[in-house]
């Protein structure tokens, strides 16, 4: 369930996003998607997760502007901790659930570039 002040929040965001969508379109810059930065944190402790953000904000707002929520990137400190010191999580450590997160928004991303290719020229 959501409450008032997540809506709240989640229509901060939408508006915020639109008037970017509307930038981009104007300037015949293709969207392809939304990305769902901090979808969730992961305890290093315990591995618990919680949707200190609230829970599927993204993929609502893409369904409901007809794009694709293209992937979600956690906030664990893993990331925060490696991304100051210059060395990327998909490098540092690639067969973890973070690499394995920005690998597969890359896929989306990569996956989606043929259709806008005719934007692009």
């Known amino acids: 369930t959501h409450t008032h002040t997540q809506m ?22 293709p969207v392809l998607g939304i990305v769902q930065n901090m979808s969730h944190y992961v305890c290093p402790n315990c591995q618990h ?23 979600d990137i956690p ?16 490098v540092s450590q690639p067969d973890g659930p973070e690499a394995q997160a920005y690998l597969r928004l890359a896929e989306s991303v990569l996956a989606k570039l ?6 692009f020229g």
Do not use: W
């Not at 949707?51 to 893409?62: D, I």
């Not at 906030?75 to 998909?90: F, M, N, Y």
């Open 8 to 29: 709240e929040k989640e229509n901060g965001l939408k508006s915020t996003f639109i008037r970017g969508v509307t930038m981009y379109n104007k300037v015949s810059v």
């Open 49 to 71: 997760v919680s949707h200190v953000f609230g829970e599927g904000g993204a993929a609502r707002l893409a369904q409901e502007l007809g794009l694709e929520c293209l992937g």
């Open 75 to 90: 906030l664990t400190q893993s990331i925060r901790e490696l991304s100051d010191a210059g060395k990327p999580v998909v």
């Open 114 to 119: 043929p259709e806008k290719t005719d934007e």
